[in-house]
């Protein structure tokens, strides 16, 4: 079981930055890949960004590439989403997400944080 629980949300304007954070609970969390996930009001979740175990292997979707960068600490337990450039089309609720196997972390998790809500205003 993985409790995760996501921080860093806000209101920030269009170019500016955020940086979100995702803590996990448990002592297998370098164990899982790692994703972030976003869902804008009356849009389906879609991928943000995936990280393997050992941070080999990171993926983004189109739209924020080059702006958006994930990363983890395993020693701290912690993935992070550095988001630069923001636009209002990143508005949207964040999720961070666990998956045991990173191909599954492309499209859905295992386990979910509860959510931070990013509003960028133009």
């Known amino acids: 079981q993985v409790q995760l629980v996501e921080s860093g949300g806000g209101l920030v304007q269009a170019g500016g930055s955020l940086r979100l954070s995702c803590v996990a609970s448990?002592?297998?969390?370098?164990?899982?890949?790692m994703g972030w996930f976003r869902q804008a009001p009356g849009k389906e979740r879609e991928s943000v960004a995936a990280?393997?175990?050992?941070?080999?292997?990171?993926e983004y979707a189109d739209s924020v590439k080059g702006r958006f960068t994930i990363s983890r600490d395993n020693a701290k337990n912690t993935v992070y989403l550095q988001m630069n450039s923001l636009k209002p089309s990143d508005t949207a609720v964040y999720y961070c997400?666990?998956?045991?196997?990173?191909?599954?972390?492309?499209?859905?998790?295992?386990?979910w944080g509860q959510g931070t809500q990013v509003t960028v205003s133009s």
């Open positions: 997400a666990a998956a045991l196997r990173y191909a599954r972390m492309r499209t859905t998790g295992d386990y």
């Open positions: 448990g002592r297998t969390f370098s164990s899982y890949a």
């Open positions: 990280i393997s175990w050992n941070s080999a292997t990171r």
